[in-house]
């Protein structure tokens, strides 16, 4: 059972588009964090939200956390083939190690 | 200022041969982790580690052992190299139970 689904598996846009992925459970997280990874490396953190509700911005990069703290998603806006990469979404609850989802492969093209 | 290191960058064992793979960090965290990624997926964690000298089981440890003796290290060991164990295996410390620092990882292959 996956704790933490992520939704596209895969998405490929044009450079200048706009895009949401997600990131939803059933479960209570205390925090919420946003990895990006880029081929051949290991993922970096980009944001951690932490407030039912939150919305953080990163430059072109908008990240909000559910209410309930259940659920979050990531907008791109104008996408760049920088963006390009898989995007991880990780789980902090109680005392136990951070739950990763499976992750949204994006690909952005000139 | 180094962060998260890891060796070797890539590594073909053969079955059947063991090998340890080495993780060392030099920002003072406390909790280390080993994940695997297979091809195409998200993380698994195989162990994680809270401080020296303790250890605790992942999701995914079997086949696999790990050690803390020192705040800086956390050693993988694989004993007997399956072909269901190639993957890309990455090292990771925290100074919460939040927030991970990765290393660039680890390409095994067991033919």
């Known amino acids: 059972t996956q704790l933490l689904e992520q939704s596209p598996q895969f998405l490929s846009i044009q450079e200048g588009e706009n895009l949401t992925v997600y990131c939803n459970s059933s479960?209570?997280?205390?925090?919420l964090q946003w990895y990006r990874q880029e081929p051949g490396e290991g993922p970096v953190l980009l944001v951690t939200?932490?407030?039912?509700?939150e919305v953080k911005k990163l430059k072109r990069l908008t990240f909000q956390f559910g209410d309930a703290r259940k659920d979050s998603s990531l907008h791109i806006t104008a996408a760049q083939t920088g963006d390009t990469g898989l995007y991880l979404c990780?789980?902090?609850?109680?005392?136990?190690?951070?739950?990763f989802g499976k992750g949204t492969r994006l690909s952005v093209i000139a | 200022n180094a962060g998260v290191t890891q060796t070797p960058k890539f590594r073909i064992l053969k079955i059947g041969q063991s090998m340890t793979l080495q993780c060392t960090q030099d920002?003072?965290?406390?909790?280390m982790y080993w994940y695997r990624q297979d091809p195409g997926m998200g993380l698994k964690l195989i162990y994680y580690?809270?401080?020296?000298?303790?250890?605790d089981k992942g999701e995914v440890p079997n086949g696999y052992n790990v050690s803390r003796s020192t705040t800086e290290d956390f050693p993988l060991r694989l004993e007997l190299a399956a072909p269901s164990q190639t993957s890309v295996y990455f090292c990771?410390?925290?100074?919460?139970?939040?927030?991970?620092?990765f290393g660039p990882g680890t390409r095994l292959t067991v033919l």
């Open positions: 990771a410390s925290s100074s919460q139970r939040d927030t991970q620092y």
């Open positions: 479960s209570v997280f205390s925090s």
């Open positions: 939200v932490v407030t039912g509700g």
């Open positions: 990780a789980g902090a609850m109680g005392n136990t190690p951070l739950v």
């Open positions: 920002m003072n965290h406390n909790y």
């Open positions: 580690s809270v401080g020296a000298g303790i250890t």
